[in-house]
């Protein structure tokens, strides 16, 4: 069975703080896939990450995808209250999706 | 461009009762997902749908979940009877066939079994 890890579980922070959160896989899957979920809301797709090493910026976010393609990173720069919710990290193989528990950030104003 | 819609967004039932969910996703999306969320997890597949035949169905209960998408457009989802630990997030996704397609989630059902 394939696991997906992720730390911390929940994580709250003030306005304009940087933080970082983990994905850790028990195996390699050919993608890995980060989603932010919204209170009421079903999860948005933020970023695919295919080859080790690959790092991904998306506006403050940056994304690592480890060396070994089994560990994946979320670094989010001057956080502010629009980016709280879960973050979810997904293992993909062939169309199916494997998640992690996810993180839940707080940033509060 | 419409997203994924579900209903209902809420529902509140008593254990061995029945329940059905309902899912439209977005047009031209051939490939079609059910997944249950339960709080403080993430999602997990339930079943898959290719146009109206089922793909992967490995993780469904069988013996009280049922999915139909008959006519490769909607489906449903039904849990007869409920169980208590059937409380969850029911979510739909949908994508374009083939391998890669992101998947676009619609906002899901929120049951709960008392």
Do not use: M
């Amino acid at each position: 069975t394939q696991l997906l890890e992720q730390s911390p579980q929940f994580l709250s922070i003030q306005e304009g703080e940087n933080l970082t959160v983990y994905c850790n896989s028990s195996s390699v899957f050919s993608s890995l896939q980060w989603y932010r979920q919204e209170p009421g809301e079903g999860p948005v797709l933020l970023v695919t990450v295919v080859t080790g090493g690959e790092v991904k910026k998306l506006k403050r976010l940056t994304f690592q995808f480890g060396d070994a393609r089994k560990d994946s990173s979320l670094h989010i720069t001057a956080a502010q209250p629009g980016d709280t919710g879960l973050y979810l990290c997904a293992g993909v193989d062939n169309y199916k999706l494997t998640f992690g528990k996810g993180t839940l950030l707080t940033v509060n104003p | 461009e419409a997203g994924v819609a579900q209903s209902p967004r809420y529902k509140i039932i008593e254990k061995r009762q029945s329940v059905a969910f309902w899912c439209n996703p977005i047009s031209g999306h051939a490939t079609l997902y059910w997944y249950q969320q339960i709080l403080g997890q993430g999602p997990k597949l339930l079943i898959q749908f290719q146009n109206n035949g089922v793909v992967d169905d490995s993780q469904l209960p069988k013996d009280r979940f049922s999915a139909e998408r008959l006519k490769g457009v909607d489906s449903t989802l039904k849990i007869q009877p409920a169980k208590l630990e059937d409380s969850a997030v029911y979510l739909c996704a949908s994508s374009f066939p083939g391998r890669g397609k992101t998947q676009y989630f619609g906002p899901g059902t929120r049951l709960l079994v008392l």
